[in-house]
């Protein structure tokens, strides 16, 4: 008997422009949501934080588990998330607690995101607590092959490019070919 290697199937990975643009998706409807929450009085706003959190985990989390692997951000722009198993993409979305702790992350860097946008006018300083987004986003910039930002390296995921979706990039993309011709 000899054992036959069965031939991976090829997943075009997400592009960065794409993944980038799906999570500000989901980024500006959880904040969004959170800022109806939102006072006019100085410090920490707790209520919005657990908004935001709520928000992120029903969106990216919830979502992504009943929706085979795609959040509204990735379903626009047609990506959705698959489990990597020794060095190979598996044709699975994460179980749920792997994506909760995954989202964990990224929704800790969303949210010092999102306070840095409430506090930018008051304080500039603020700008550094943009460096996990970066750092982490920047892992992704840096891995050619895989395209896995830090947060997906550690809970062996990836992103990948998906048929189904709404192909919002591309549409775009569209609109802006025909403007000049429409502008004459």
């Not at 990735?74 to 993409?89: H, T």
């Not at 749920?96 to 010092?112: A, N, P, V, Y």
């Not at 304080?123 to 930002?149: C, E, K, Y």
């Amino acid at each position: 008997m000899t054992l036959v290697k069965v031939n991976q199937r090829h997943y075009p990975k997400g592009d960065i422009s794409r993944r980038v643009m799906a999570l500000a998706i989901d980024f500006f409807g959880a904040w969004l949501l959170s800022s109806i929450v939102r006072t006019n009085q100085m410090g920490i706003q707790f209520a919005q934080i657990f908004v935001f959190i709520f928000a992120w985990i029903i969106f990216r989390v919830v979502i992504v588990y009943n929706n085979q692997g795609q959040s509204l951000g990735r379903w626009a722009f047609d990506l959705k998330i698959l489990e990597v198993a020794n060095g190979e993409i598996v044709n699975r979305i994460p179980q749920f607690q792997t994506l909760l702790l995954r989202e964990g992350i990224i929704c800790f860097s969303s949210l010092l995101l999102s306070i840095f946008l409430g506090n930018i006018i008051l304080n500039p300083a603020a700008v550094v607590l943009l460096l996990p987004l970066v750092i982490d986003g920047g892992a992704a910039l840096s891995d050619t092959q895989m395209r896995q930002a830090f947060h997906d390296r550690f809970f062996n995921t990836v992103i990948v490019s998906s048929r189904r979706g709404y192909s919002l990039d591309i549409k775009i993309k569209r609109l802006v070919e025909k403007l000049p011709r429409n502008m004459r």
